[in-house]
Nanobody, 121 residues
Framework: QVQLVESGGGLVQAGGSVRLSCVAS????????MGWFRQPPGKEREFVTR???????SNADSVKGRFTISRDNAKNTIYLQMNSLKPEDTAVYYC???????????????WGQGTQVTVSS
């Protein structure tokens, strides 16, 4: 079992930056593919970015060049650095842990409770 807790969300102006953190407990994150997903208001949950056990990364087209995922295995924590934020980035952001290299949220087993990011125009 892995417990995930996100933090760092809030209200930010368009063009600004936010860094989200996701602290894991129970098992080491080095055993998992870790991902960030988001759910905009009234929409489906969508893939944002993921990082493999070896550090390889993959981003959704909508966030390429703006968002960066990273992991600190010693702290059992992953991060999401979000730059050049846009109003359409407004969503609840979730971190997740899974076993396969996937962008489908259904392939991830463990989830945090989510943190709200609101980008004002």
């Amino acid at each position: 079992q892995v417990q995930l807790v996100e933090s760092g969300g809030g209200l930010v102006q368009a063009g600004g930056s936010v860094r989200l953190s996701c602290v894991a407990s129970g098992r080491t994150i080095s055993s998992y593919v870790m991902g960030w997903f988001r759910q905009p208001p009234g929409k489906e949950r969508e893939f944002v970015t993921r990082i493999s056990r070896s550090g390889g990364m993959s981003n959704a087209d909508s966030v390429k060049g703006r968002f960066t995922i990273s992991r600190d295995n010693a702290k059992n924590t992953i991060y999401l650095q979000m730059n050049s934020l846009k109003p359409e980035d407004t969503a609840v952001y979730y971190c997740a842990a899974g076993s396969s290299w996937s962008s489908r949220w259904t392939d991830y087993t463990y989830w945090g409770q989510g943190t709200q990011v609101t980008v004002s125009s």
